[in-house]
């Protein structure tokens, strides 16, 4: 997963090739209180390489499931992946969800996500 994140965030543009950095970061984002790595989507390429990782949190107090990371790597985006989400939206609804958030911007508009809550931050 941390690979995929890494490429999967541009992170290469910036701060050079993966050489595991990350590796502590995968630890706390699946053993975060609300994390729920058995709803997470992996797609793997032909050598088994991650192309595509979507983490889920699922809040049932709530009824809210909340898409995070979600990722591509540069070589697989535009090739239709992001049908397999389909999947997440599948078992977070069978568990009882209302609702689910994920980020903003045309992907999750293509997906079917809906602008529903605006943020106005204020600062002095």
């Not at 995929?4 to 209180?33: M, R, V």
């Not at 990782?53 to 535009?78: D, F, K, Q, S, V």
């Not at 609702?99 to 931050?121: C, D, E, I, L, P």
Request: proline content about 5%; charged content about 20%; glycine content about 8%.
């Amino acid at each position: 997963m941390g690979k995929c994140c890494f490429k999967g965030f541009d992170h290469e543009q910036c701060e050079g090739p993966w050489n595991h950095q990350y590796e502590q970061h995968n630890y706390i984002l699946s053993t975060a209180p609300h994390a729920t790595p058995e709803l997470d989507v992996v797609i793997a390429d032909e050598s088994g390489e991650y192309a595509c990782y979507a983490g889920m949190w699922w809040t049932p107090e709530n009824r809210l499931a909340y898409m995070e990371p979600l990722c591509t790597i540069p070589e697989y985006r535009h090739k239709g992946l992001a049908a397999a989400l389909s999947e997440m939206y599948r078992k977070t609804k069978a568990l009882g969800a209302t609702h689910m958030t994920g980020g903003s911007g045309r992907f999750y508009q293509k997906t079917g996500f809906q602008n529903a809550v605006k943020w106005t931050f204020w600062e002095k």
